[in-house]
């Protein structure tokens, strides 16, 4: 696993298969997502690295049920008593009681998607008493009011985080960057592009500087312009 500093409160840390990020406020932490199985241990010895114990990271926040970015959310709930969220609509499949739905993948996607599930085996459920739902609008308590935006389209309870005091925007699947140049795109493998489509023009309207995506490297300055032009 790598970890990238990007901004003084957040790291990146970038799994073989997606990523999550760390945002950091004074002695608290908060997570973004929490890569794939087996990513617990790996995500508890870098926040240990950074110096902090596991214990400061409060709550790992859910961008939407997929394996690589749930699958170590059980391992790391277990190491550091941190509370998951997710939204409400993804939040049975996050607990193990039955199967997310699969993408609607065109063709060109299939070898693609075949190949990512190769490496993703299913994550350990995150037990009832750990989970907390969210919805749309509602506030979190770090990034001086982290704001939690529906943006369906990828899964149908895909969300964003948006940090209005930071001009920081975690966008999960939703927006990628491309593997062979860092070009940001519209998500794949999902179950709606058009709502994708437009979930990413109601993230381009809340003007944020920073884009932190599911998967490539973030847009660290000029964030709203560069989402407008996707959707």
């Known amino acids: 696993m790598d970890v990238i500093e990007l901004?003084?409160?957040?790291?990146?840390?970038?799994?073989?298969?997606?990523?999550?990020y760390l945002w950091r406020d004074d002695d608290e932490l908060t997570l973004i997502d929490a890569g794939p199985i087996g990513a617990g241990r790996p995500i508890a010895d870098a926040v240990t690295a950074l110096g902090h114990a596991p214990r400061d990271v409060r709550r790992v926040v859910l961008t939407h049920f997929h394996e690589d970015h749930v699958g170590g959310a059980g391992e790391f709930a277990a190491l550091s008593g941190a509370?998951?969220?997710?939204?409400?609509?993804?939040a049975p499949f996050v607990r193990g009681e039955r199967p997310g739905p699969p993408p609607r993948t065109e063709e060109w996607e299939r070898?693609?998607?075949?190949?990512?599930?190769?490496?993703?085996?299913?994550?350990?459920?995150?037990?009832?008493?750990?989970?907390?739902?969210?919805?749309?609008?509602?506030v979190l308590g770090f990034g001086g009011g982290a704001r939690v935006v529906h943006v369906p389209g990828h899964t149908d309870g895909s969300i964003a985080v948006f940090l209005p005091a930071h001009g920081v925007l975690f966008t999960g699947d939703t927006v990628a960057a491309a593997p062979d140049d860092g070009t940001p795109i519209p998500g794949v493998f999902n179950l709606d592009r058009v709502r994708l489509l437009a979930s990413i023009r109601r993230m381009a309207?809340?003007?944020?500087?920073?884009?932190?995506?599911?998967?490539?490297?973030?847009?660290?300055?000029?964030?709203?312009?560069?989402?407008?032009s996707l959707g």
């Not at 901004?7 to 073989?16: A, V």
């Not at 990512?116 to 509602?138: F, K, R």
């Open 111 to 138: 070898p693609l998607h075949a190949a990512a599930l190769a490496q993703l085996p299913p994550g350990p459920p995150v037990p009832p008493a750990s989970l907390t739902e969210l919805s749309d609008g509602d």
């Open 7 to 20: 901004l003084p409160r957040l790291h990146l840390f970038r799994f073989p298969v997606g990523q999550a």
């Open 205 to 228: 309207d809340l003007g944020a500087e920073v884009a932190c995506f599911g998967h490539g490297a973030p847009v660290l300055s000029g964030a709203a312009a560069v989402l407008r």
């Open 83 to 90: 509370e998951v969220l997710a939204h409400h609509l993804d």
